[in-house]
Nanobody
Framework: QVQLRESGPGLLKPSQTLSCVAS????????VGWFRQAPGKEREEVSC??????YTTFTSSVKGRFTISRDENTVYLQMNSLKPEDTGVYYC???????????????????WGQGTQVTVSS
């Protein structure tokens, strides 16, 4: 079992990076995803990365602006050209990432942590 914890500055500059750090067990055998939830909105997938880092997914609204990467125990979400609509609570979690040819599907977990607040002001 692995426990993940998100961290970030809260109020972000135009470019910032969030970290998802594993305690106890490492993340070598887990695909990991970042999700976010804005007030009054449903939680949505932002980006997922496979266990070996080879495969990634991005929602269309962040594609070209965000980058996901990982090392043994940490998954990073680098966020560039931040917009007010990026505001929300961000969560990281282990996921199931299904790959078939060029198709990618990232299945969210059943349980979530408390997340980390990201606020981008105009």
């Amino acid at each position: 079992q692995v426990q993940l914890r998100e961290s970030g500055p809260g109020l972000l500059k135009p470019s910032q990076t969030l970290s998802c750090v594993a305690s106890g067990d490492g993340l070598d055998y887990y695909a990991v995803g970042w999700f976010r939830q804005a007030p009054g909105k449903e939680r949505e997938e932002v980006s997922c990365i496979s266990s070996n880092g080879e495969y990634t997914t991005f929602t269309s609204s962040v594609k070209g602006r965000f980058t996901i990467s990982r090392d043994e125990n940490t998954v990073y979400l680098q966020m560039n050209s931040l917009k007010p609509e990026d505001t929300g609570v961000y969560y990281c979690a282990t996921v199931s990432l299904y790959i078939s040819g060029s198709d990618r599907e990232c299945r969210p977990p059943a349980q979530w942590g408390q997340g980390t607040q990201v606020t981008v002001s105009s």
